[in-house]
Nanobody
């Protein structure tokens, strides 16, 4: 059974920090590209950060320098993290983790809500 389970969301003040986790099981996710997406109310889901199976993170311009994506392929289940700092109210939304061998995501988690208060 494939599972991507996010955790770590919550309410934080602007300028604060938060770390999200995504535990992935049911496939050989150590060889998958994994990423974080977010969706704010009334907006489309957008890619925030992506990391290849061996590293090589990439970020959207809106979070570059403030967010850090990482993964631990040695854990079971493997875990992907998103360390978020200098948070802004516009960083609020439902954060989803996703995985793909190539191309668009094949698997999604159910999301974890992040609210940044001003």
């Amino acid at each position: 059974q494939v599972q991507l389970v996010e955790s770590g969301g919550g309410l934080v003040q602007a300028g604060g920090s938060l770390r999200l986790s995504c535990a992935a099981s049911g496939r050989a996710f150590s060889s998958y590209v994994m990423g974080w997406y977010r969706q704010a109310p009334g907006k489309q889901r957008e890619l925030v950060a992506v990391i290849g199976s061996g590293g090589s993170p990439r970020y959207s311009e809106s979070v570059k320098g403030r967010f850090t994506v990482s993964r631990d392929n040695d854990r079971t289940p493997i875990v992907m993290y998103l360390q978020k700092s200098s948070l802004k109210p516009e960083d609020s939304g439902n954060y989803f983790c996703a995985a793909a061998r190539w191309g668009p995501p094949e698997y999604w988690g159910q999301g974890t809500q992040v609210t940044v208060s001003s």
